[in-house]
Nanobody, 114 residues
Framework: QVQLVESGGGLVQPGGSLRLSCAASGIMFSIYTMRWYRQAPGEQREMVALITSGGSTNYLNSVKGRFTISRDNAKNTVYLQMNSLKPEDTAIYYC????????WGQGTQVTVSS
């Protein structure tokens, strides 16, 4: 059974940093593209970043240069390093993998506020 467990969210001041982690189980992690999404209150869920099995990355325009996605295949974990955080980054952040269908973690809350 596929399971994704996110961690690392919290409250941070504008300009601060957080690192999110997503531990995956039940899949051959190294062969799958992993994605981070976020959903702010009243907004649709949007993809923030992805990393392919080969390590190629892609980012939402508004986070380019501030966020970095990475993966550790030995630990079956994908990370999202978030720097220079802004209030508009406030959202629940979800890890995602597609294995015949979408699988989602439970989400981790990120709040950027002074």
């Amino acid at each position: 059974q596929v399971q994704l467990v996110e961690s690392g969210g919290g409250l941070v001041q504008p300009g601060g940093s957080l690192r999110l982690s997503c531990a995956a189980s039940g899949i051959m992690f190294s062969i799958y593209t992993m994605r981070w999404y976020r959903q702010a209150p009243g907004e649709q869920r949007e993809m923030v970043a992805l990393i392919t099995s080969g390590g190629s990355t892609n980012y939402l325009n508004s986070v380019k240069g501030r966020f970095t996605i990475s993966r550790d295949n030995a630990k079956n974990t994908v990370y999202l390093q978030m720097n220079s955080l802004k209030p508009e980054d406030t959202a629940i952040y979800y890890c995602n993998v597609v294995v015949m269908k979408d699988y989602w973690g439970q989400g981790t809350q990120v709040t950027v506020s002074s």
